[in-house]
C-alpha cells in the first residue's frame, strides 16, 4: 500500500484522456449532515455516481473490475458553491471486512486530491531531486503539501477514521475534516457500510500547522484533480492485500498528482435553480475617494438591472462603479427583470465608507 515503487520517465501530462467526472453541488439548503445516513444524498442524480465497474486494478491481481459478489462499491462526491469542502458518500459491501489490526493491513478508501492541479509527485518516495528521495526533508517540507493522500480506514473503531499521509495531521481533524460511519457487522463478517465525510483541499498544507496553509479555493464549473482506490483485504492473517482497485489508471496516483482524474465542479441542477434571482458583490477601489465597484451576480435570464446605491444616485449599468461623496453606512440595492418576472436584493451598512 505505501509502495516504495519510483516512477520512471518525464512525469505525464496531468489529465488522462479518460472523460471527466461530475462533483454535484448542494444547495445551501441541502448540506448533508455527517453521520453516516446516506438519505441526505438520496436525490443527487444516479450520473454523480461512480462505481465498482470503473475500478481497474493496475496491480494485475484480478482481472477487470472487482466482482460484485465479493466487493461492490458506489461513490459520490459533492460540493457547496461559496465553501472550499469536499463531501463524499463511500457506500461498499464486502463478502470480508478486515478492520480488526490497528496497523496499514485494513480495508481502506485511499483518496488523493489536487484541487488547483498542480500535478506532479506528492510523496517522499517519489521526490523529483534524487538526493532527497525516502529523505526526512522530503517527508516534512514536501510530503501531501501541494496534493493530500488519505488513507481512510473502512470501518475506523479505536483510531482515527484516516491516515493523512504525510507531515500535516491536522488536516484530518476539525475544522477541516469530519467523518461518520454506519454499518453493522464485526471483523471478518460481510456486510454494507456507509461512509459520510468531507475533507478540505490545500494548495499549501505544511507541518507547521495550519497558519501558513492555504486552502484550494473551489468554484463553480472549476475542474480539481482527484482520485481513489479501494484497498481490500480477506485475511487478517496475509501479508498483502487482495486487490487494490484504482479510479486512476495508474496504480501509482497515490503518490503522483499528474496520474489524477479530472473533475469538475458543477453548477446546481436545474430543479434547485430559482428562475431569476437577484445577487451582488462589492469591492472598494479607493476608500479615500469613496470609489465602490458592483459586480452583478444574479442568476437567471436578466434583461435589465437598475442599482440604487443608497445616496439618491443609481445605475442601469450591470457591473458599475460609484463614487460617493460623503463618508456613511449605505443601503444598496439591485433590481432585476427578466422572462420569468421580478427579482431585488439589498444589503444593510454593507457598504461603509468614511
Request: include cysteine.
Amino acid at each position: 500500500m505505501l509502495s516504495l515503487l519510483l516512477i520512471t520517465g518525464s512525469i505525464a501530462a496531468y489529465s488522462q484522456s479518460d472523460s471527466t467526472l461530475k462533483i454535484f453541488q448542494f444547495p445551501a439548503d441541502k448540506i448533508p449532515r455527517i453521520d453516516g445516513d446516506p438519505g441526505d444524498w438520496s436525490f443527487v442524480p444516479e450520473i454523480y455516481i461512480t462505481g465498482s465497474s470503473q475500478l481497474t486494478d493496475d496491480e494485475k491481481k484480478h482481472a477487470g473490475s472487482p466482482d460484485p459478489a465479493n466487493l461492490d462499491v458506489k461513490v459520490r462526491v459533492g460540493w457547496v458553491k461559496g465553501m472550499n469542502r469536499l463531501y463524499f458518500l463511500y457506500e461498499a459491501s464486502d463478502n470480508y471486512w478486515d478492520y480488526s489490526r490497528t496497523d496499514l493491513h485494513h480495508d481502506i478508501f485511499e483518496i488523493v486530491v489536487d484541487a488547483d492541479q498542480s500535478g506532479g509527485p506528492l510523496i517522499e518516495q517519489f521526490h523529483p531531486n534524487p538526493g532527497l528521495k525516502n529523505s526526512w526533508d522530503a517527508y516534512f517540507n514536501y510530503h501531501g503539501v501541494h496534493a493530500q493522500n488519505y488513507h481512510i480506514y473502512t470501518p475506523a473503531e479505536g483510531q482515527d477514521w484516516c491516515l493523512a499521509w504525510g507531515s500535516q495531521p491536522w488536516i484530518k481533524e476539525l475544522p477541516y475534516a469530519n467523518a461518520a460511519y454506519s454499518y453493522n457487522f464485526k471483523p471478518g463478517e460481510p456486510g454494507k457500510l456507509n461512509l459520510e465525510f468531507w475533507i478540505t483541499p490545500f494548495d499549501y498544507a505544511g507541518p507547521e500547522g495550519p497558519e501558513r496553509a492555504v486552502e484550494s479555493v473551489l468554484e463553480e464549473n472549476r475542474n480539481i484533480g482527484l482520485c481513489w482506490a479501494i484497498i481490500d483485504f480477506d485475511d487478517v492473517n496475509a501479508r498483502g492485500n487482495n486487490g487494490f482497485w484504482n479510479l486512476s489508471r495508474h496504480h501509482t496516483m497515490y503518490g503522483n498528482a499528474s496520474q489524477l482524474r479530472t473533475f469538475r465542479l458543477m453548477p446546481l441542477e436545474e430543479e434547485f435553480r430559482k428562475k431569476i434571482e437577484a445577487q451582488w458583490s462589492f469591492k472598494v477601489l479607493d476608500m479615500k475617494r469613496r470609489l465602490v465597484a458592483f459586480e452583478d451576480l444574479s442568476t437567471g435570464n436578466v434583461t435589465s438591472w437598475k442599482w440604487d446605491f443608497g445616496d439618491g444616485t443609481s445605475s442601469a449599468d450591470r457591473h458599475p462603479e460609484h463614487k460617493y461623496e460623503r463618508a456613511g453606512r449605505y443601503i444598496v440595492t439591485l433590481y432585476i427583470d427578466g422572462p420569468a418576472g421580478k427579482s431585488r436584493r439589498s444589503k444593510v451598512w454593507d457598504v461603509a465608507l468614511k
